[in-house]
């Protein structure tokens, strides 16, 4: 008796989550490289219907190539922070971390996503890709800034400590992030010592802290899903109403960009209706 064919899989969009490098001890004790995947992403991605997927290392001639084959880029956090180099100002702090493999993918890929119209999630270092990329500029150590509100992280917490809601937010009234979450004012999580000084060429303020720090914000176009958030929107989202609503406006994209491909869209099933009412 000849066994049935298992049905073909169903498609559904592909996410880039980028990838970071760190120089780890290994079980040995020796320090080498790593390639390392935001696992906050993923499971987001994952949890939303859709594929994360992850490039080790990607040469700049073979990018494009690379996002021909996805349908969305998501831009996670790090303990690294942006190069200071690429906003024309020196290190100003010896103990800050960079990533320069991560760098030579992220900033170039950010402007070929808006260039194609890809839809672009950046969360914490994410969002200071973005704007960098843009042509905007970083403010080093917030806690070197007078009257700052705390915006880093305790290492000594838990992760569910550190990802807990530490202040608020206030939305540009009349803005898109106030008409997608229906609100003025929520409280978010922070975990991060750079902060947008100057925002980058086309790029929209959503919402800034009681302290002036811009929190969120949007390519210029509406018709174009590319966000990037000082917080982080993708730790369960589920229980954050705000998030939630966040996370399905990128879903939505995703979707639709696969959808616009036409024959790579062939099989695709439809998303979640969960995430549909969730909007």
């Known amino acids: 008796m000849s066994r049935a ?31 390392l995947v935001d696992e906050g992403g993923t499971r987001a991605v994952l949890s939303l219907g859709m594929q994360p997927v992850s490039f080790p290392h990607v040469p700049p001639g073979r990018l494009g190539l690379m996002l021909d084959g996805v349908d969305a880029v998501f831009l996670g956090g790090s303990a ?33 996503c808006i260039e194609r119209g890809i839809p672009l999630l950046g969360v914490c270092r994410g969002s200071h890709e973005i704007n960098v990329a843009m042509g905007g500029s970083m403010h080093q150590s917030l806690q070197a800034l007078a009257g700052s509100l705390v915006h880093w992280e305790n290492p000594e917490e838990s992760l569910d400590e550190q990802y807990a809601e530490r202040h608020h937010v206030n939305l540009v009234a009349g803005g898109e992030l106030e ?14 010592s750079q902060g947008v000084k100057r925002l980058g060429g086309g ?15 949007r390519w210029h176009d509406r018709r174009q899903f590319a966000w990037g958030f000082q917080f982080h929107p993708e730790w369960r ?11 399905a406006a990128f879903v939505d994209a995703c979707w639709a960009r696969m959808r616009k491909e036409g024959p790579r869209a062939a099989g695709a099933k439809q998303p979640p209706d969960r995430l549909l009412a969730s909007a």
């Open 5 to 35: 064919e298992p049905p073909a899989p169903e498609r559904v969009p592909c996410v880039w989550v980028v990838a970071s490098h760190r120089q780890l001890t290994n079980e040995h004790g020796h320090c080498q490289p790593y390639t």
């Open 80 to 112: 690294t922070n942006v190069h200071p180099r690429h906003f024309g100002e020196e290190p100003a702090d010896p103990s800050m971390t960079y990533d320069d493999t991560r760098e030579a993918v992220s900033l170039p890929l950010v402007r070929l």
């Open 179 to 192: 008409r997608l979450t229906g609100c003025q004012r929520f409280a978010v999580s922070s975990l991060h």
């Open 203 to 217: 790029l929209v303020v959503e919402a800034n802290a009681d302290d002036g720090l811009i929190e969120a914000f």
């Open 237 to 247: 989202s589920e229980q954050h109403p705000y998030y939630t609503k966040v996370m």
